[in-house]
Nanobody, 130 residues
Framework: QVQLVESGGGSVQAGGSLRLSCSAS????????MAWFRQGARQEREFLAA???????????YYEDSVTGRFTISEDDAKNTLYLQMNNLQPDDTAVYYC????????????????????WGQGTQVTVSA
């Protein structure tokens, strides 16, 4: 059974940085992708970034336009840990941040769609003050 546990959230001032971590356990399959989403108050869950080993992706990374250049997704395969480095945080970045895992069984669904991902962590709160 796959389990994902996020950590690293907290409160920062605008312009600050945080690094989120997502520890994955129980993953025994080689073709997968992992992603970060966030959900602000009264908002839909929003795709941020993904790293994919499905089919020919071979570690390709994908980013939502709004975070390109500020957020960086990476993975330490030896530690089974996914990271999201977030720089120049702004109050609009305040949200609960989730990591998610895609087993590659729903490749006809857009990678930005939450439905594509079968496993989710519990989320970690990020609060950015002005």
């Amino acid at each position: 059974q796959v389990q994902l546990v996020e950590s690293g959230g907290g409160s920062v001032q605008a312009g600050g940085s945080l690094r989120l971590s997502c520890s994955a356990s129980g993953r025994t399959f080689r073709n997968y992708a992992m992603a970060w989403f966030r959900q602000g108050a009264r908002q839909e869950r929003e795709f941020l970034a993904a790293i994919s080993y499905i089919m020919w992706d071979d570690g390709a990374t994908y980013y939502e336009d709004s975070v390109t250049g500020r957020f960086t997704i990476s993975e330490d395969d030896a530690k089974n840990t996914l990271y999201l480095q977030m720089n120049n945080l702004q109050p609009d970045d305040t949200a609960v941040y989730y990591c998610a895992l895609d087993r590659g069984t729903r490749t006809t669904v857009a990678r930005t769609a939450p439905f594509r991902y079968e496993y989710w962590g519990q989320g970690t709160q990020v609060t950015v003050s002005a």
